[in-house]
C-alpha cells in the first residue's frame, strides 16, 4: 500500500537554529503534500500544501518566511523551520495525496521537534 | 468543507463493539465521510469513507443514515489496539481538497 516515510521522527535543536524535516512517499508519485502541526492534547492544524513545483500555499497565521517548504520532485517535500525557538516546539506530520484510488491521504509518522 | 461534530472521548470494553457517531448535518451532496484515527505520538491512519451507502472493510465499518447528517464508525471488536482519537472529516472528494481535522474522539478501549 502506500507509504510515507518522515524523517527525522525525533530532534532536538538550539534556539535559533533552523532544522529540516523530510516527507517522501515511497511508493507512489504526490503532487500535492501537506504539512500539519500539532500541540500536544490538540487536534492536526494545517499549516500548508505543498505542490510539485510550484509555491506552496500557507494557511492563515503561518509565517512563510519561517516554515519554509520545497516540493522539488515528485517524491520529497521538506519543511525547514528556521530560526527556531521553543514556541515551535511541536509534532509536525507530513500526508500525501495519492498512492489510493479513493483521494484519501496517506500520512507520515511525524517528527517531535524540541527547541531548548 | 462541511463541519463536523463528535463526542469528546468514549470508552469501550475490548472485544466489544464500538460504535463512534459523528454529525455532519450541513454535508453537501458531493461530499464524502472520511475516518482516520491517530494513535498516540504517531500519523493519522485511513480508516475508511462512504459517500451515501454503507461502507464495510478489513478495519471497520461506515453507516451513514439516510438523510447523511449523520454517521456512525463501527469497530466490530474493539482490542486494546483501537485505543487512540477517531476524526471524522467530509470533503469533497476530490485530488488536491485538504483535510480539516476537528476535536475528534478519544477512544479507551478498556480490558
Known amino acids: 500500500g502506500a507509504v510515507v516515510s518522515q524523517h527525522p521522527s525525533r530532534v532536538i535543536c538550539k534556539s535559533g537554529t533552523s532544522v529540516k524535516i523530510e516527507c517522501r512517499s515511497l511508493?507512489?508519485?504526490?503532487?500535492?503534500m501537506f504539512w500539519y502541526r500539532q500541540f500536544p492534547k490538540q487536534s492536526l492544524m494545517l499549516m500548508a500544501t505543498?505542490?510539485?513545483?510550484?509555491?506552496?500555499?500557507?494557511e492563515q497565521g503561518v509565517e512563510k518566511d519561517k516554515f519554509l517548504i520545497n516540493h522539488a520532485s515528485l517524491t520529497l517535500s521538506t519543511l525547514t523551520v528556521t530560526s527556531a525557538h521553543p514556541e515551535d516546539s511541536s509534532f509536525y506530520i507530513c500526508?500525501?495525496?495519492?498512492?489510493?484510488?479513493?483521494?484519501?491521504?496517506?500520512f507520515g509518522s511525524g517528527t517531535r521537534l524540541t527547541v531548548v | 468543507d462541511a463541519k463536523t461534530t463528535q463526542p469528546p472521548s468514549m470508552d469501550c470494553a475490548e472485544g466489544r463493539a464500538a460504535n463512534l457517531p459523528c454529525n455532519h448535518s450541513t454535508i453537501s451532496g458531493n461530499e464524502y465521510v472520511y475516518w482516520y484515527r491517530q494513535i498516540h505520538s504517531q500519523g493519522p491512519q485511513y480508516i475508511i469513507h462512504g459517500l451515501k451507502n454503507n461502507e464495510t472493510n478489513e478495519m471497520a465499518s461506515l453507516i451513514i443514515t439516510e438523510d447523511r447528517k449523520s454517521s456512525t464508525l463501527i469497530l466490530p471488536h474493539a482490542t486494546l489496539r483501537d485505543t487512540a482519537v477517531y476524526y471524522c472529516?467530509?470533503?469533497?472528494?476530490?485530488?488536491?481538497?485538504?483535510?480539516?481535522f476537528g476535536g475528534g474522539t478519544r477512544v479507551l478501549v478498556k480490558p
Open positions: 472529516i467530509v470533503r469533497v472528494g476530490t485530488a488536491g481538497n485538504k483535510l480539516t
Open positions: 500526508s500525501a495525496l495519492g498512492g489510493r484510488g479513493d483521494y484519501g491521504y496517506t
Open positions: 511508493d507512489f508519485q504526490a503532487t500535492t
Open positions: 505543498s505542490n510539485e513545483g510550484s509555491k506552496a500555499t500557507y
